[in-house]
């Protein structure tokens, strides 16, 4: 199992999402450290620091633009683990997670998903506005979407503050929506302020 570490966040993420966090790193045959090359010396250390303190036997690995250093180790690691010990590492994974308190599996159900299907393009000032200006209680946002006046489909994904908006090319192409995941999502809210980011405003439809 490769658990993936977002460094401008994990420290964050560790306290709010506790338990989650820790058995992730706990059962990970590898720990990769994304966007590396946007990270504080101190954020690095912090995982690692995390890492070894509930995993020591899990090797960390820092990744620049999807590519891991160390690449050739790296899928050597990933293939290398018995298919037994895969198996006993999910057995136990599972029993953890059946295990779980009521405290943390609350830190678990406490977050919920919604989705949005977009029936018109959006304008993009508004849109990146309502998105920087998000209720704290939305840590994640992903989807697909098109602007007024842009040629093509785009993709949107936000992480705890962090906005990234890129031009892809699918096909089929994928149906426009958005969903937001967090915790205690007021949804009336989220779909009116969306619906005012509307070329032409009309309803959305929730799913």
Same mark, same amino acid.
């Given at each position: 199992?490769?658990?993936?570490?977002?460094?401008?966040?994990?420290?964050?993420?560790?306290?709010?999402?506790?338990?989650?966090?820790?058995?992730?790193?706990?059962?990970?045959?590898?720990?990769?450290?994304?966007?590396?090359?946007?990270?504080?010396?101190?954020?690095?250390?912090?995982? +690692?620091?995390?890492?070894?303190?509930?995993?020591?036997?899990?090797?960390?690995?820092?990744?620049?633009?999807?590519?891991?250093?160390?690449?050739?180790?790296?899928?050597?690691?990933?293939?290398?683990?018995?298919?037994?010990?895969?198996?006993? +590492?999910?057995?136990?994974?599972?029993?953890?997670?059946?295990?779980?308190?009521?405290?943390?599996?609350?830190?678990?159900?406490?977050?919920?998903?919604?989705?949005?299907?977009? *029936?018109?393009? *959006?304008?993009?000032?508004?849109?990146?506005?309502?998105?920087?200006?998000?209720?704290?209680?939305?840590?994640?946002?992903?989807?697909?979407?098109?602007?007024?006046?842009?040629?093509?489909?785009?993709?949107?994904?936000?992480?705890?503050?962090?906005?990234?908006?890129?031009?892809?090319?699918?096909?089929?192409?994928?149906?426009?929506?958005?969903?937001?995941?967090?915790?205690?999502?007021?949804?009336?809210?989220?779909?009116?302020?969306?619906?005012?980011?509307?070329?032409?405003?009309?309803?959305?439809?929730?799913?």
């Amino acid at each position: 199992m490769v658990t993936v570490a977002d460094p401008k966040n994990f420290t964050r993420l560790s306290k709010v999402l506790k338990a989650i966090v820790k058995r992730q790193t706990q059962f990970a045959d590898v720990l990769v450290i994304s966007k590396a090359d946007e990270a504080t010396p101190e954020q690095i250390a912090d995982i +690692r620091k995390y890492v070894e303190e509930n995993n020591p036997y899990a090797p960390v690995y820092l990744a620049t633009n999807g590519r891991v250093s160390g690449d050739e180790d790296f899928r050597w690691l990933l293939v290398d683990v018995e298919p037994v010990e895969r198996e006993r +590492r999910r057995a136990a994974m599972r029993a953890s997670l059946e295990a779980l308190s009521g405290d943390d599996y609350r830190a678990h159900t406490d977050f919920h998903s919604m989705s949005c299907r977009l *029936l018109r393009p *959006l304008v993009r000032d508004r849109f990146e506005h309502f998105m920087r200006h998000l209720p704290s209680d939305v840590i994640r946002a992903k989807g697909f979407l098109r602007f007024e006046g842009e040629d093509g489909l785009w993709v949107m994904m936000y992480v705890n503050g962090d906005l990234y908006i890129r031009p892809v090319t699918l096909s089929p192409a994928p149906e426009e929506h958005l969903v937001f995941i967090g915790a205690k999502l007021d949804h009336a809210r989220l779909a009116s302020d969306l619906a005012a980011c509307e070329a032409q405003r009309r309803a959305l439809t929730v799913l």
